[in-house]
């Protein structure tokens, strides 16, 4: 298994920009399709955006399409999400996720995952 540390949360206010990091270890960082996925309070997990190994494709929530950018560096063994227009709806605890499958846009299509960072945006 891939393990994965996230970094770059904060608190920052509506209409900022903060970019998440997510630090892969252990395997081979190309061979996975990575994702990001947030969960705010007493709300299930929701997915945000998912890229293939090569960078090739990617796809996003419809409430985060425009405003936030998956990426991810292979050499670096890093993932990245780059959010702008931060809106308090954002708010929420943000996970990366590694999966072996080609390509996946549910938490159950996802078998390893970061211990999350959190993002708070403030009206």
């Known amino acids: 298994q891939v393990q994965l540390v996230e970094s770059g949360g904060g608190l920052v206010q509506a209409g900022g920009s903060l970019r998440l990091s997510c630090a892969a270890s252990?395997?081979?960082?190309?061979?996975?399709?990575m994702g990001w996925f947030r969960q705010a309070p007493g709300k299930e997990r929701e997915f945000v955006a998912v890229?293939?190994?090569?960078?090739?494709?990617?796809a996003y929530a419809d409430s985060v399409k425009g405003r936030f950018t998956i990426s991810r560096d292979n050499a670096k063994n890093t993932l990245y999400l780059q959010m702008n227009s931060l809106k308090p709806e954002d708010t929420a605890v943000y996970y990366c996720?590694?999966?072996?499958?080609?390509w996946g846009t549910g938490p159950n299509d996802f078998g390893s995952w970061g211990q999350g960072t959190q993002v708070t945006v403030s009206s």
């Open positions: 890229i293939n190994p090569s960078s090739s494709s990617t």
């Open positions: 252990g395997r081979t960082f190309s061979y996975y399709a």
């Open positions: 996720a590694a999966t072996t499958v080609p």
